[in-house]
């Protein structure tokens, strides 16, 4: 063999060489952009399926309870309900932009379920400012659309996966 034919041969080796690197290094990027959109979807469906379960209704009523218990003895903590009214809204922020990786719908109901949120905590309000605007009149219906909206938030993303 001659040296024209051993340089064409490592030629065609190294190009199937770097064909096949770029093919595994693809494939890797294929699958971690996968496992990335995955993580993200599962994040939505554990925040709304969080909601729907009502961990957030739980959180109400043992803060509640506890401010009742404080007006008893007067000393309202306030600090704790503000801290709570900021943290829901701070984490419906990170779960918004999340969901603003993907469709239209989930993008909508995600939002809306952030609104519903929003309304919730502002109905309350009032009453942990000592104030009683007769808000328990409103939170049913309240309470029923936010699962409602956390349902659908939830069977969308999993539509995704």
């Known amino acids: 063999m001659?040296?024209?034919?051993?340089?064409?041969?490592?030629?065609?080796?190294?190009?199937?060489?770097?064909?096949?690197?770029?093919?595994?290094?693809?494939?890797?990027?294929?699958?971690?952009?996968?496992?990335?959109?995955?993580?993200?979807?599962?994040?939505?469906?554990?925040?709304?399926?969080?909601?729907?379960?009502?961990?957030?209704?739980?959180?109400?009523?043992?803060?509640?309870?506890?401010?009742?218990?404080?007006?008893?003895?007067?000393?309202?903590?306030?600090?704790?309900?503000?801290k709570y009214s900021k943290e829901v809204p701070s984490k419906n922020k990170y779960i918004i932009k999340i969901a603003s990786n993907f469709d239209n719908d989930l993008q909508e109901s995600v939002k809306k379920l952030d609104t519903l949120l929003r309304y919730r905590i502002e109905l309350q309000i009032p009453y942990f400012q000592g104030r009683e605007p007769g808000y328990k009149l409103k939170l049913p219906k309240n309470k029923l659309e936010i699962y409602q909206c956390a349902n659908k938030v939830t069977e969308r993303a999993t539509k995704l996966l």
């Open 2 to 82: 001659t040296i024209d034919t051993w340089l064409a041969i490592s030629a065609g080796a190294t190009f199937l060489l770097a064909l096949v690197a770029f093919w595994a290094i693809w494939q890797n990027h294929s699958l971690q952009k996968r496992e990335r959109k995955d993580r993200l979807l599962n994040e939505i469906i554990e925040w709304a399926t969080g909601i729907s379960r009502g961990s957030l209704d739980k959180d109400m009523e043992n803060l509640v309870n506890d401010i009742e218990c404080a007006r008893e003895l007067a000393a309202v903590n306030i600090d704790e309900w503000e």
